[in-house]
Every structure is written in C-alpha cells, then in structure tokens.
C-alpha cells in the first residue's frame, strides 16, 4: 500500500501567521499533488496542484515540492479564520491509478 | 460549470437493508470515481471508471457492493446488504484525465443502524 503521511494535527496558528502543512509520500514513482481543503461537513475541495519539482504559488497558498525527499508542503500566508478546516494531501503514484489521500491535518486559525 | 452532482445527501438505513447512492459528474469528464470517507480519515477509493469501464476495484468489497456506470454518464453504487461498518460518507468525483484534479460531489452520508 503506496502510503501519505500526514500530520492529524491540530496545528494553531494566530490569525496573520504563516500556517505550514506538511505531507510525505513513499511510492518515489508519484508524479502528480494535490491539496485539498475539507470543511467541517463538508466535501473535499481543490486548493492547489504541483507537478515539478519548486515552488508554486497562487494568492496567499505556496505548494512546495521536493520528490528527493518525498516531501510535499502547503503555506498559507496571513492566516484568517476562515482557514480553519482539514487539509488533504492526495498523490498520483503515477499514470493510470487514482488519487490516494492522506488522513489529512486539522487547522485552527485564532483570531 | 455545474459541479458533480450526488443524491442523497443522507441516507439513514437499518442492518442488512441495501441502499444505493447516484453520481452525476461533471459534463465531459470521462474519469469517475466513488471514494468512501470514515470520520478522521482521508477519502479512500472504492472504485474508478474510465468512461463505462471500471479499470480499478481492488478495493471495492464485492460480496456486498457493486456499481455500474451505464453509458459512460452516470453511475449507481451499491451495497447489499448493509453493514454497521458501513457508516461513512461516500463521496464521488470526477475528472477529464485520470491525472487532472479530482472535483468532488457533497457526498451522500450514509448511517447504518
């Protein structure tokens, strides 16, 4: 079983602090990696994917990339409240399989 | 767009009755999958198809689920009989290649008395 590992958390952070969210994944053949965002109640959504190796960025979300340590990350940068939820990191090993997800980390945005 | 789209949203049934969950994915996604979220888990797959073929279900539990996806649109997931362990909220997505992101349904949450 090609496995995701996260951290269940929950992570706190203050309101405008920079939130990391850490992921690691063991099949070193994963090509595709996503972040989602899961509301209390709620299903998954799309925050962000990467494919190569670096950063990338869109708003106040940075996914980084790094296949030689297996390491996958999200930053959300001036955390709001409205951040609070539980982030899923989900890898495509590779072509043909589906996405297999982590268990996901619990956000606490304070005010 | 209109998003993928699931039926019931709930669904309270007793041991040993079976149940059936609808998906409708996103117009032109040929990609569909039925995952099964557990409280505190990640989405787990059942099930994926590849228009009107299921390429992966490994770890569908076949002696009481089954799907199908009739004409490549839709599909149906079922379980007979159900189970106490069945509790959970499943979840259907899909997606235009199988390496695109997933877009996920409001799940239909399923609790078994």
């Known amino acids: 079983q090609k496995e995701v590992e996260q951290n269940s958390g929950p992570l706190s952070v203050p309101e405008g602090a920079i939130a990391s969210l850490n992921c690691t994944y063991s099949d070193r053949g994963s090509q595709s990696f996503f972040w989602y965002r899961q509301y209390s109640g709620k299903s998954p959504e799309l925050i962000m994917f990467i494919y190569s190796n670096g950063d990338k960025e869109d708003g106040r979300f940075t996914a980084q990339l790094n296949k030689a340590s297996q390491y996958v990350s999200l930053l959300i940068r001036d955390s709001q409240p409205s951040d609070s939820a539980t982030y899923l990191c989900?890898?495509?090993?590779?072509?043909?399989?589906?996405?297999?997800f982590g268990k996901g980390t619990s956000l606490l945005v304070t005010p | 767009e209109a998003g993928v789209v699931q039926s019931p949203r709930y669904k309270i049934i007793e041991k040993k009755q079976p149940v059936a969950f609808w998906c409708n994915p996103i117009s032109g996604h040929n990609t569909l999958y039925w995952y099964r979220q557990n409280l505190g888990q990640g989405p787990e797959l059942l099930i994926r198809?590849?228009?009107?073929?299921?390429?992966?279900d490994s770890q569908l539990p076949k002696d009481r689920f089954s799907a199908e996806r009739l004409k490549g649109v839709d599909s149906t997931l079922k379980i007979q009989p159900a189970e106490l362990g069945d509790s959970a909220v499943y979840l259907c997505?899909?997606?235009?290649?199988?390496?695109?992101?997933?877009?996920f349904g409001n799940g239909t949450r399923l609790t078994v008395t």
């Open positions: 198809y590849e228009n009107e073929e299921a390429v992966d």
């Open positions: 989900a890898v495509n090993s590779n072509s043909g399989y589906a996405l297999n």
């Open positions: 997505a899909s997606s235009s290649t199988i390496n695109s992101p997933l877009h």
